[in-house]
């Protein structure tokens, strides 16, 4: 990982700690626990051997605590706004539906010279994969996502051009054990997941 990036993963994390503190004095206010909450974990380990290696923890019922008190210019009492859901001529939400309701199967295959993408259903979950080569690696990138469709509705359940973060955070609470990204890139290794650990050991 180059220095400006490891840098920026640092203060990501610094801010996402302060977050957790406050957050974690407000459930204490509230005399709420989150003993038997669903947890996320993030876990970034590197393979050049000189340190860098990330792993947060944090129950959901705290990220439920700390949402809806952010408002900027995108995200506002735990929605966000992302513009038009109709992309390129495309209903997003038309499509999830569909997606939603279509029994299990592979539904796109592409490959390329550079890349190769597939997006299925198995079980209630969609699983995106994608396969990166790059010219100046050795070994291509790989990148697993499983995303369980409840998460996805609760995401898509807002009006007009919101996804809401905090229904989305509600609905993956009610998804421990799910392993929701995997990013191999050769230099590092990235997993998110949820289960109801408090350490990702």
Known sequence: MKRSNRASLWAAVGGLVLAMTAGAASLRAQGQSSADDTWLHVRVESHEGKGGNVRVNMPLSLAEAIIPSIHNDKLDNGRIRIGNLNVNGVDVRAI????????????????????????????GILIIHVVNREKNKPSPTQVEVHVPMPVVEALLSSNGDELDVLAAVKALAQQSGSE??????????????????STSD
């Not at 569909?98 to 190769?116: L, M, W, Y």
């Open 96 to 123: 999830l539906a569909a997606v939603r309701n279509a029994k299990d199967g592979e539904f796109v295959t592409v490959q390329t010279a550079d890349s190769d993408v597939n997006v299925s259903k198995k079980a």
């Open 180 to 197: 929701l990204v995997s990013v191999e890139d050769g230099n590092e290794h990235v997993r998110i997941w949820v289960d109801t650990s």
